[in-house]
């Protein structure tokens, strides 16, 4: 039996069917009568509250394939979910089966070769303690506790992007469970349209169920500015970076991120909510050179707090670990890519995040070029690769009540940011995804036809649809 669309709820399903699926499965599976559900369908962003009917705690490959056909066959709707970050919840929904990964973490490292074979459940966390083991890295995100699933079929932007590129550009292959039960292989040589679909293209088509990566020596230290500067000359630090990023080597990587001081017991309590501007950089290379090079970001004005420093890798990737911990605060987050940052650009940022409704809320702005624009945009689904910057909107904040007021700030601040952009959007920042096209196209632009293609080959019912979705045709 083949349903379409998937709106089944598992209360539905013949419950002979039902026991039949808990007897095969390795793992775990939680339904509402459990004491384990309230916390197992927690997601990062506190804001999501949905109620799957039932969440399929995989182990291993057996367990997903079971789960993939057993949704498929009862006409269920799937939420695949791995380190559970995804601002727009789509690791969760209302009424289906969750294929969820996040016991299936391995990270198996070949130093001799510098690759890793890494679990789709993975953490960044658990990435960087075992490649670190060997003073290798991969190049995966800013937090730790991350998943490297869905963080890596997005794209994956890291402190190590400039020099690396992102996590897609360094993926030499994955294995898959695709909507029709298959098990398969993709690399350079193996399903190339999937291989080429999932470097960028999301969760659209299939589960990955392990990666493996390309490693770079780096560390044990590094050298990590974060230089909070005053608000007030923000203006002055923002213009600074803007110009002093076009000439930069690929080995540094920055950002510029306009935030209040955090309201955490790391942080003196007279100086909590205080607004600032940080400047944040990476050094890919020795960490004693590191500190030389990255000496003109701390000098541009007085700074408020220095944190900047030699540090071990991994205490660099947990840095921000402790401001953005699971299921605290409420979230809604966008992002558009510029080629450059004009001075009525910078103004307009600047203003808005003077206006900032929540002081937990981030504007971040990466600098990208570097490896990420040297590779054509042909070679990865991932969309056009030509902007100098992404801005995010990453508004965040404790009070439920102000959900309505927040989400229309942010809306209204990326409208007026698209009128400085082409419109692509980077979607892993992004709250809005379900229902229309538009996400896609604005994802993947010259791309977004051949994922179409693909998408139809593989995934025709639209199978995986809770992700930046490319529609199967007919
Ligand atoms: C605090 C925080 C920090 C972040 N930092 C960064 C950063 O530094 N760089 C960056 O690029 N992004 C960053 N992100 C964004 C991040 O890339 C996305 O939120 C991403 O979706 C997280 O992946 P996940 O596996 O944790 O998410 P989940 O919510 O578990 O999954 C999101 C979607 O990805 C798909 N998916 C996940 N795993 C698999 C799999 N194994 N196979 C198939 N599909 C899968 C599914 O469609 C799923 O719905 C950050 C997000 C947060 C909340």
Sequence with gaps: METNPLTANTKEVDSTILEEFRVGFAGSIFSSDDTEYESERQLWNKMIDKHPGLIAQCTGVHDVIQAVNFARKNGLLVAVRGGGHNVAGNAMNDGGLVIDLSHMRTVLVDPKNKTAVIQGGATWADVDRETQA?????PGGVVSETGVGGLTLGGGLSWLRRKVGMSIDNIVGANMVLAD???????????????????????????????????????????????????????????????????????????????????????PEEMHGTPVTVLAALYFGSAEEGQKVLQPFREVAEPFLDLSNIYPYGAVQQMFDPFLEKGVL???????????????????????????????????????????????????????????????????????????????WTRDFFKELRQHSKGQVYFNFNSDMSGSDHLAKDSFGANYEK????KTKFDPHNFFRLNANIRPKG
């Design 451 to 454: 994922l179409v293609a693909i």
């Design 330 to 408: 409420n979230s809604y987050w966008k992002s558009l890519y510029v080629d450059d940052l004009s001075e009525s650009l910078q103004k307009l940022i600047l203003d808005r995040a003077n206006q900032s409704p929540a002081p937990q809320s981030l504007i971040s702005i990466r600098n990208l070029h570097g490896a990420i624009g040297k590779v054509p945009t042909e070679d990865t689904a991932f969309g056009d690769r030509s902007a100098r910057f992404l801005v995010s909107i990453d508004t965040m904040w404790e009070d439920a009540s102000q959900n309505d007021h927040n989400i229309q």
């Design 181 to 267: 039960g298959k098990y398969i292989h993709v690399s350079e040589s193996e399903n190339q349209d999937l291989f080429w679909a999932i470097k960028g293209g999301g969760g659209n088509f299939g589960i990955v169920t392990s990666f493996e990566f390309k490693l770079y020596d780096l560390g044990p230290e590094v050298m990590f500015v974060s230089c909070m500067y005053p608000r007030d000359v923000g203006e002055k630090v923002m213009k600074w970076w803007v110009q002093y990023t076009r000439q930069l080597p690929d080995e540094i990587t920055s950002d510029c991120i306009h935030w209040s001081v955090p309201a955490h017991p790391a942080f």
């Design 134 to 138: 060997f003073d290798l890295v991969c």
